[in-house]
């Protein structure tokens, strides 16, 4: 089946309390025929499909998911962005203020239960202070079946759910758990003589069952409000986004909302206001901030031709644009998409903690069903048999396993975001921190990717420098090539405006591919005729002109990797043009950093192995691989590959497609095509090489994070389940108390995710 085929759904779930439940809504899904892939992020509680439209639609993925026992919406992908979130947040918010009414009447409720307990557990009948009746068991059986009904209601109903279809899973746990302290306790209410007609006391432990219950509640309340913070960086994002924008339509100039703008409306900007959607300057000039889109801190002069960015600050001037891209199709809807892509993504790490949680919750109850059988045969005691397998229970929580991963990719793909550095899925911001070597493409990535004007001498000294110049930039600035457009450019900067450009007469001008440009040029209608050739050196001496005279000055520059263009008057040569493609200031600062990181740093170039090693000793690069065509560069690429190597390619350009394709790790320069872009893992919005470092430092510093939390899941459990069995007691007399096992569980769930949210306050290298 051909990827374009398919169809791919946004759907926000509803009723997972745990990684296993994600694991049965994935399976669920997966389940549909036409479903090609699906992934299930807890932490956002959310799922990405993919499917065939033609084989299934969104409603049949919707039942299969309420079959399986949970909720599923269908995000709109017509929905306005803002809007989406602002529902997605009230939901959050109404969901939380749930769970705070029933964490209050738990905590009310429970610390009645513990005062009421506390003369049984100090084996007495009675303490001063104490009134008898919270210690009376209809008194503690009244109390407690609050907390069991509404409370704890969530537990019950997803545990029957489970059950339903053949699962277990939190739910299934806690349910068990404190369902059997319950019904323990209310069969020695109602029927006492069980146990005094053994010369046991009829003690009841209702407070293990609402302590337990308030507990867990309050760890999901806690856990609620740090996830809410994960998703911070889209909600920064969406909140750039202006509600109006200042519109000219037939002569008149309105303000609508930003949904009603066209493509193609002229838009009017002032000071201080933002950019509205993406377009190009018709007219006006002004500074804009783009560091809330590329991460880059200096203002940007804009002016006629050049492009803006929606929810970008006008700092200064006044201008209009014409508008390219409206709605989901401008850069900032497309950078929150790409990061929502992300967050919902599985990094390869998961599947450790996938696999583990498929079959954890049954191993654990089968350790409690052990735990329970073990020390009744072995004590004859019913109630140590039964808080231990209580304990067991409880503590063994596998949403501390479900949260180490999804929760530390949501910060990291967030904070990267806030940075200008786009990181395409889960995959490759962990693949980022494995390179080994990293492959920067020349024109556009190390340099400006513009040829400019460095060195211009003439024949006749410096006398006639501008006069000379003038004709040059007059006869250029009929031509489209690169080139021609560096030498008026140039004139530009030296003072020469377009509109004495524009005063000279240029006739019979002609291009002559591969070669150069010739004209006849004359200062106004009485001024002498000169024919003005600007082109190679082997395209004038073709014409019988003597190149010697600037032939020394030509030769050190080409030594330099600079292009010379050279510049004849009537069959004389009389100038000659230095043009290069300047190193990005960035680049070497770039490069010695990535170099100090351990990191081996080469450059990949079509162009000839002179050139390509002038540019590489300047930016301090040491291993070039120059002369290589487009169609080749994959296949170098591949062969660094072979040798072991794991490779990141950097580069800008539609050739540079199928490198980044083909390499571990393909970083696109933003500031490049939409093509090299979407052939890429990673992109750098600002087109700045420091963003390489700092992708780098953000994957190392996401994954150290997630080996953090899967290493403190991972011993809680294995520290926990076994204490709370009893295998201390032998020893040390030491017996984990459910209320205690209770109150570990919750905080292992608000420990991961607290020690991802560290993540927000990474310093990233720019």
């Not at 300057?281 to 031709?305: C, F, N, Q, R, W």
Request: with cysteine; aromatic share 4%; charged share 15%.
């Amino acid at each position: 089946m051909a990827t374009q085929q398919l169809a791919t759904q946004q759907v926000q779930l509803t009723g997972m309390s745990c990684a296993a439940c994600a694991g049965a809504v994935e399976k669920s899904i997966r389940g549909v025929d036409g479903v090609e892939t699906c992934t299930v992020n807890f932490a956002a509680e959310q799922a990405t499909v993919h499917f065939d439209p033609e084989r299934t639609d969104i409603t049949t993925i919707q039942q299969a998911v309420m079959a399986a026992g949970y909720g599923a919406t269908p995000l709109q992908e017509d929905a306005q962005m803002d809007d989406q979130v602002e529902a997605e947040q009230r939901q959050r918010q109404r969901h939380q203020r749930q769970l705070s009414y029933r964490v209050v009447l738990g905590v009310v409720c429970s610390t009645l239960l513990v005062i009421g307990h506390t003369p049984m557990m100090l084996g007495r009948h009675h303490i001063p202070g104490i009134p008898p009746v919270l210690h009376n068991p209809w008194m503690q059986l009244v109390l407690t079946i609050p907390v069991m009904v509404w409370c704890g209601q969530s537990f019950f109903v997803g545990a029957w759910q489970a059950a339903r279809h053949r699962r277990a899973d939190m739910n299934t746990l806690v349910a068990m758990g404190t369902g059997a302290a319950f019904v323990y306790s209310l069969v020695v209410t109602v029927f006492p003589a069980i146990l005094t007609d053994q010369g046991l006391e009829p003690d009841v432990y209702y407070e293990v069952s609402a302590v337990v219950i308030t507990l867990v509640m309050l760890g999901r309340l806690l856990e609620s409000r740090a996830r809410g913070q994960t998703s911070e960086a889209i909600r920064k994002l969406i909140g750039l986004q202006v509600k109006t924008a200042r519109v000219r339509r037939h002569g008149e100039t309105m303000d609508i909302p930003l949904e009603q703008v066209l493509v193609g409306d002229t838009v009017v900007v002032r000071p201080g206001e933002k950019v509205p959607v993406d377009g190009v300057v018709l007219a006006g000039e002004s500074v804009v901030d783009e560091s809330m889109i590329s991460g880059e801190p200096l203002p940007v002069t804009k002016g006629p031709g050049d492009e803006v960015i929606g929810a970008t600050l006008n700092k200064t001037g006044q201008f209009t644009f014409k508008a390219e891209r409206v709605g989901r199709d401008t850069v900032l809807a497309q950078i929150v998409q790409l990061v929502q892509q992300a967050q919902g993504s599985k990094a390869p790490i998961q599947q450790l903690a996938d696999r583990v949680t498929g079959w954890f919750v049954p191993v654990v109850m089968a350790v409690a069903g052990v735990t329970f059988i073990l020390w009744l045969t072995l004590t004859g005691n019913l109630v140590m048999a039964l808080f231990t397998t209580i304990s067991v229970l409880i503590i063994a929580c596998p949403c501390a396993l479900g949260l180490a991963t999804p929760t530390s990719i949501m910060v990291g793909t967030g904070k990267g975001a806030e940075n200008g550095i786009l990181i395409k899925d889960a995959e490759s911001l962990e693949n980022a921190h494995k390179i080994t070597t990293l492959v920067l493409d020349k024109t556009g990535t190390l340099t400006a990717g513009k040829p400019a004007v460095s060195d211009y001498c003439t024949v006749q000294g410096t006398a006639r420098e501008l006069e000379l110049l003038k004709l040059a930039a007059a006869v250029e600035q009929h031509s489209e090539h690169p080139l021609g457009e560096a030498v008026v450019a140039y004139a530009h900067r030296q003072g020469i405006g377009a509109k004495v450009l524009e005063s000279i007469v240029v006739n019979q001008f002609q291009a002559v591919v591969g070669a150069g440009v010739e004209g006849q040029v004359s200062d106004g209608p009485s001024g002498p005729v000169r024919t003005i050739r600007v082109g190679t050196g082997r395209w004038l001496q073709e014409q019988g002109i003597d190149l010697s005279p600037l032939a020394k000055t030509a030769e050190a520059w080409a030594q330099q990797a600079k292009t010379t263009a050279w510049m004849a008057i009537d069959g004389q040569v009389a100038a000659v043009f230095g043009i290069a493609d300047a190193l990005k200031p960035s680049s070497t600062a770039a490069v010695q950093r990535l170099q100090r990181m351990g990191l081996e740093v080469m450059m990949l170039t079509g162009d000839n192995a002179q050139t390509a090693r002038a540019i590489a000793d300047q930016a301090g690069i040491q291993q070039v691989i120059a002369g290589v065509r487009p169609d080749r560069k994959a296949e170098e690429i591949k062969a660094l590959q072979m040798q072991g190597k794991f490779v990141a390619m950097v580069g800008d350009g539609i050739n540079d497609a199928p490198a980044l394709a083909q390499s571990d790790v393909g970083i696109a320069i933003g500031t490049g095509t939409d093509i090299a872009m979407a052939a890429s893992d990673i992109t750098l919005v600002s087109g700045d090489l420091q963003g390489i470092v700092a992708a780098i430092q953000l994957s190392r510093a996401t994954m150290g994070n997630i080996r953090q939390n899967l290493f403190f899941a991972f011993i809680y459990n294995t520290i926990g389940i076994p204490v709370a069995a009893g295998v201390l007691y032998p020893w040390l007399g030491l017996l984990l108390n459910p209320i205690v096992a209770g109150a570990a569980m919750a905080f292992s769930s608000v420990s991961v995710v607290t020690n991802a949210l560290r993540l927000k306050r990474f310093k990233l290298s720019s």
